[in-house]
Nanobody
Framework: QVQLVESGGGLVQAGNSLRLSCADS????????WAWFRQAPGNERAFVAA???????????YYADSVKGRFTISKDNAKNTVYLQMNSLKPKDTAVYYC??????????????????WGQGTQVTVSS
């Protein structure tokens, strides 16, 4: 059974960094497309970053404009773990962050409906 588990959230001051991790606790899922979404109170779940993997061409990464240049998504294939490195954090980055996975690439990687599997979320709070 696929169960994505996030870790690494917490409380930090603005300008600092956090790294989120996501892995399948059942160790059965090794999808080709992964993403991070976030949801702040009163807001809809929003796309943050995605990574599409290919044995031939490597990895393609995509970012929301609001995090471009500050966040980096990556995957450690040996550990089958996806990371979201978040630098220069801002109070507006405060949200619950969710990991999502899909077996295949999707043109609409920025849509939550493109993902089959989700983690339970991890809280990130950035104080000013």
């Amino acid at each position: 059974q696929v169960q994505l588990v996030e870790s690494g959230g917490g409380l930090v001051q603005a300008g600092n960094s956090l790294r989120l991790s996501c892995a399948d606790s059942g160790r059965t899922f090794n999808g080709d497309q992964w993403a991070w979404f976030r949801q702040a109170p009163g807001n809809e779940r929003a796309f943050v970053a995605a990574i599409q993997l290919s044995g031939w061409t490597g990895a393609f990464t995509y970012y929301a404009d609001s995090v471009k240049g500050r966040f980096t998504i990556s995957k450690d294939n040996a550990k089958n773990t996806v990371y979201l490195q978040m630098n220069s954090l801002k109070p507006k980055d405060t949200a619950v962050y969710y990991c999502a996975g899909s077996s295949e690439w999707d043109t609409y990687y920025f849509r939550a409906s493109s993902y089959n599997y989700w983690g339970q979320g991890t809280q990130v709070t950035v104080s000013s």
